[in-house]
């Protein structure tokens, strides 16, 4: 069992930077795959970003390419999301989660952070 914690959200201008942190207790940290996943207002959640437990490639939705960047510390437990360039259709409510990358399927959820970019 994996319990996640995310940090780091809160209220930023358009174009301004935030770095999003998911702390994990319990369980093996460094075997799971980890994604980050965000849910706007009357929307579905969408994925947002991805890095599998062996730290390799990372994936990005296409809307979040080049301006947002994933990693992890398997040392602190703790996972990452760089996020610059903001825009207020970043707006979401965001999400980690552990699992497995190759077959999208994660396990165990934090509770979420909000990001709100303002215009």
């Known amino acids: 069992q994996v319990q996640l914690v995310e940090s780091g959200g809160g209220l930023v201008q358009a174009g301004g930077s935030l770095r999003l942190s998911c702390a994990a207790s319990?369980?093996?940290?460094?075997?799971?795959?980890m994604g980050w996943f965000r849910q706007a207002p009357g929307k579905e959640r969408e994925f947002v970003a991805a890095i599998p437990w062996s730290g390799g490639n990372t994936y990005y939705a296409d809307s979040v390419k080049g301006r947002f960047t994933i990693s992890r510390d398997d040392a602190k437990r703790t996972m990452y999301l760089q996020m610059n360039s903001l825009k207020p259709e970043d707006t979401a409510v965001y999400y980690c989660?552990?699992?497995?990358?190759?077959?999208?399927?994660?396990?165990?959820w934090g509770q979420g952070t909000q990001v709100t970019v303002s215009s």
């Open positions: 989660a552990a699992g497995s990358v190759r077959s999208s399927r994660y396990y165990f």
């Open positions: 319990g369980g093996t940290f460094s075997s799971y795959g």
